[in-house]
């Protein structure tokens, strides 16, 4: 559960979030779609807590963000962020083993984590040195490790998931396989929040979409609502043909080069 | 598929047990060759009776009493006192890496050596001013030494809490700051020392272990210890911060405070270290490298292994320094620097570095 009211965030002079709500339930996925500089990033680490808000307040799972303790939440709560460059070699394995470190270590996080690999189609892929994963396969592996993060959370139907871009760097079939794992997850009854570029490959699989430009949303709510030719347009200021999808049930989008 | 997998594994795990056996293997050879080798040559019969002598199990041979007095009087303090340095070392440098996000980290990065080497310049020049009994001038250096470590440190510290939230590049930029700061001190006070002064803030400028005694071994043993045990403590969060200073904090952890207790432990075991052999380079900086590349990542696995390979190189460093050029001594520095540089080249040449 996520409920923010009135998210402010300036930087510099500029004002990235203007008063910014943001809510969504346990048992959905909302992706946040925007064009770039829209705030989309700034109002996730607003929710993950990495960016103080200068006005506002958040409450995730049942509590004020800045009252949960880091250890609890970060048993409740795992954050896929945009590119992570590591410092240092380690093996995929021992990356998704990380994703462990709020549990303190456990002699199944071993297991956990290759459990998790196998999940997202890397349990061959396990002793490989990071560094010499294709980007596409890194990102799956930061994926594992969010997973393994949430391993006890996702068992009980409960907790949160914070995506920034999951599908950033990988191919469709891999695109859609992580957010169709996500819907699974939300369908246990977690709250799933992605930041998409790529509208088209979040509308089989989203309930709710939050439209942000110039740091204030100008439209939420369900898909079928939300994903309209006008609101496109005024999110992007590129026209856009909405069509239902010939086989999922839910829109499409095409949109029209400027001539 | 999975038969396969679980051998791979196995082999994974094989190659870490056999990695820590060589680097035992190879402490044990440097300890070995360090004890037999210098201007008498101690042969191992001789070496086995005198130990066997010292722990009660022999009775001691009168023959034997020159091997004793060279074993247990002049090589075994010295050669603690290298296995002590070199173990906080290298395991300040995999601290400071790790917790620097960077690879080319050293041990005196933020500052710490030069802050020391700025105390004991300072206490070696202007000995002359600050006392005329050179009964405690022994003691004067050390505790200099250690002095300017600590206020590196807390220049540092003021910097890092002055600023909401340190990053690892603040850090590193207050240190290269201090660097220079010290660097251009100790370069005043060079100018205005005489021949003698010159002599002694060079020997101590490029390390040596000629003046380790027991109660010097025990000082640093006791911080280099309390640092190594507190950043093994911190090893998963380095893991972590691997990872970047905010997925280590989804991961639960306080990344900042992470960074100022490891830093802490690495000025106190390198302060303590500095302050009695003085500057010995290279060995902090390259022993988490060679570590990494047989073992990887982990600094479980890094931290002990690092320890004992900077125990072994500067065993192997004190070994030449005290040989190479005998009765003459060769500065600690300058060995360490002179067989670890060149071999960082080889590595690098055969990109060993990037595998």
Redesign the interface.
Known sequence: MISARGITVRRGGRTLLDGVDLDAAPGSLTAIVGPNGAGKSTLL?VV???LAPDAGTVAVLGRDLGAWP??????R???L?QG????????AR??VR??R??FG?GRDDRALADAALAEVGL??R??E?YPNLSGGEQRRVQYARVLA?IAEASAAGEGLLLLDEPTANLDPAHGLGVLAHARRLADRGLTVVAVVHDINLATPFADRFVGLRGGRVRFAGPAAETVTAANLEDLFGVTAVVTPHPVHACPMVAFVAPV | MIGALRSRMAAAEGGEARAYALLAAALLAALGVNLSAGALHVPLEAMLRVFAAALGLAEPRAADRIFEVVLLDVRLPRLAMACVVGATLGVSGAAMQGVLRNPLAEPGLLGTTSGAALGAVAAIVLEGWLTRRHDFAHLLVPGAAFGGALAATLVVVAVARAVALPSAATLLLTGIAINALSGSAIGLLISIANDEQLRNLTFWMMGSLANANRAHTLVVALAGGLGAFAVYRHALALDAATLGDDVAGHLGLDPVAVRGRVLAAVALAVGASVAFVGMVGFVGLVAPHLVRLMLGARHRLVIPAAALLGATLVLLADLAARTAVAPAELPLGVLTGLIGGPFLLWLLMRGGMDK
């Open positions: 680490k993950t807590g990495d880091r250890r609890e939440i970060a048993r709560r795992a954050v962020p992570i460059a590591l410092a240092f070699a380690f093996r021992d990356v990380l994703g470190l709020p270590s349990a061959d396990a002793a040195l993060q």
